[in-house]
């Protein structure tokens, strides 16, 4: 084995030590980590204790240093080898990666989400031989974190999902997006970049048609303005592309003999949410970037009233209760109104109203914002600005922004997800011949 093979094995055991056996902060960061991503609505087989274990050791925060950082620190002269190597490890990331070649010590893989290829190592023999049924074409999730600067180690336990053919493999993507936002683009900060840009743009787009980042309107108008939107978009990308020749998948599948309806129930059936489907239907792919179609989802559209607050990342929303909070927040009569505490708490809990969200208001409401929530929570010293992130958080939402569903996908993804769509359609209409009642089955 190589001796450098040899060095990260045991590196990594005495870092992994060395964070299991401490105690006070560093004890304290692993158990609100692990708590946090047991907290995930999407569940996998990696989220076992080794591997949480594992991404706190590369991920984790203890006070304003990380995991490696102490370890070092604790370290007898460690050599400059080392010390480059467990900083490397920062980089350590998880993806969904298919077997593209098997080496005589390790693999070559292929990230399915940014389509780079790694050549990987086990870190021992043991390992080695645990993986020795593994064949080409099969998809692992896995961890992997550098060795040098041309091979990575398998820094985790792995998890063989086994050969998928392209629509079993969309709906495994959709489900790594869930449960792992941050790694979607890991690897490809260009493509992670190209991505935030087009969250920017599609802002921008939304500013220039509807003339401010808050709309109202009953949910059928909304809908209908989204439509025009949506025209206004493409008109928009066609003059600044160019004419595009290539189909698009309602076009093509017409060819096929397959209906739009079909191709809309098959890719629900794959796990697909409507932005995703109206993208992949209507979309011309020719582009490293495609960029989303937009469609109001189909339980706001017979709403009373839907707000859409539009932002440079956090991207759009769509609320139905943000307006009567609003009014709330306006009225001079809260403190006697029977329904202050029943609003305010719905607004809190509420998933869809984020971070984002609750500091527009603290900007605009700022002293009746903090005085409803002194009195609705039972906190006589809460201070809005001091302590609004803490009271976020305990409420399950994120500080910071991910990328929202608006944002531009690869090319190759995009052209999956076609395929994948394309292929149960052909095997749906093959099944109606012979089964006319048969479906596809459940949805995801």
Not at 411 to 437: G, M, T
Request: aromatic share 10%.
């Amino acid at each position: 084995m190589d001796t450098i093979l040899e060095r990260a094995k045991a590196l990594k055991q005495r870092l992994t030590d060395f964070v299991l056996e401490a105690e006070g902060d560093t004890a304290i960061a692993l158990e609100t980590f692990s708590a946090d991503q047991s907290t995930r609505s999407y569940q996998s087989e990696l989220h076992q204790r080794n591997l949480v274990v594992d991404r706190f050791l590369v991920e984790g925060t203890v006070n304003d240093t990380t995991p490696i950082q102490l370890f070092l620190e604790q370290l007898d002269a460690p050599t400059e080898g080392d010390r480059a190597l467990l900083q490397s490890w920062h980089r350590a990331f998880i993806g969904l990666f298919e077997i593209v070649q098997v080496l005589p010590d390790g693999f070559e893989l292929l990230n399915w989400t940014t389509a780079k290829h790694y050549r990987v190592k086990p870190l021992d023999g043991t390992a080695w031989q645990t993986m020795a049924r593994l064949k080409v074409g099969e998809i692992l999730l896995t961890q992997i974190a550098p060795l040098t600067d041309n091979e990575w180690i398998l820094f985790s336990d792995w998890t063989s999902l086994g050969k998928l053919g392209k629509p079993k493999l969309a709906v495994a993507i959709g489900n790594f997006k869930k449960a792992y936002p941050a790694f979607l683009y890991s690897d490809a900060p260009e493509l992670e970049a190209e991505a935030w840009r087009s969250v920017e743009h599609y802002h921008q787009d939304f500013l220039d048609f509807f003339g401010s980042d808050e709309v109202t309107l009953p949910g059928y108008q909304f809908s209908k303005k989204l439509a025009e939107f949506q025209t206004y978009i493409t008109q928009k990308q066609t003059e600044s592309a160019g004419l595009d020749e290539s189909l698009t998948l309602a076009e093509l599948a017409e060819k096929t003999g397959t209906s739009k309806d079909e191709l809309t129930a098959t890719a629900e059936a794959l796990g697909a949410d409507r932005k995703t489907i109206t993208q992949m239907l209507d979309s011309r792919a020719s582009t490293k970037m495609v960029a989303p179609q937009v469609e109001l989802p189909t339980h706001l559209k017979q709403a009373e009233q839907v707000t859409a607050l539009t932002h440079p990342q956090w991207g759009q929303l769509f609320l139905t209760l943000y307006q009567a909070f609003k009014t709330l927040l306006e009225s001079d009569d809260w403190q006697t109104n029977p329904n202050t505490e029943k609003q305010t708490l719905q607004f809190l809990e509420n998933a869809e109203v984020n971070s984002f969200v609750w500091h527009r208001l603290a900007t605009h409401y700022p002293t009746v914002l903090q005085s409803i929530l002194q009195v609705v929570l039972k906190r006589p010293e809460f201070n809005l600005q001091q302590d609004l992130d803490a009271l976020l958080l305990e409420n399950k939402k994120s500080l910071k922004p991910t990328l929202p569903e608006i944002a531009s996908v690869p090319l190759h993804l995009h052209e999956l997800f076609q395929d994948a769509v394309l292929e149960v359609s052909k095997d749906r209409s093959k099944s109606k011949v012979k089964q006319p009642k048969s479906g596809f089955g459940r949805r995801k």
